[in-house]
């Protein structure tokens, strides 16, 4: 499933990218990468979406978070 389909809450992992190298790039230097444990801060229809990662708070756009492939984490 993509970022922008997950929910509040949510944990998931980073498992792709459908965007070209500049994208990919961009979100390697925020810290989302393939591997990485995600959890949806907040998310609206007009405002980007808040992710925190490894303790930290990353603001991206819905048009990013829509490149990102992710699963949901078993508890």
Do not use: H, W
């Given at each position: 499933?993509?970022?922008?389909e ?17 994208l ?7 810290g ?6 995600v ?19 990353v603001?991206?756009g ?13 508890e």
């Amino acid at each position: 499933m993509k970022l922008i389909e997950t929910s509040m809450d949510q944990q998931v992992t980073v498992k792709g990218f459908t965007g070209g190298s500049n994208l990919v790039s961009k979100l390697y230097k925020l810290g989302i990468k393939e591997g990485v444990s995600v959890k949806i801060k907040k998310k609206s229809n007009i405002c980007p979406i808040l992710l925190e990662i490894n303790g930290s708070t990353v603001a991206i756009g819905r048009g990013m978070a829509a490149k990102i492939i992710v699963e949901e984490e078993k508890e």
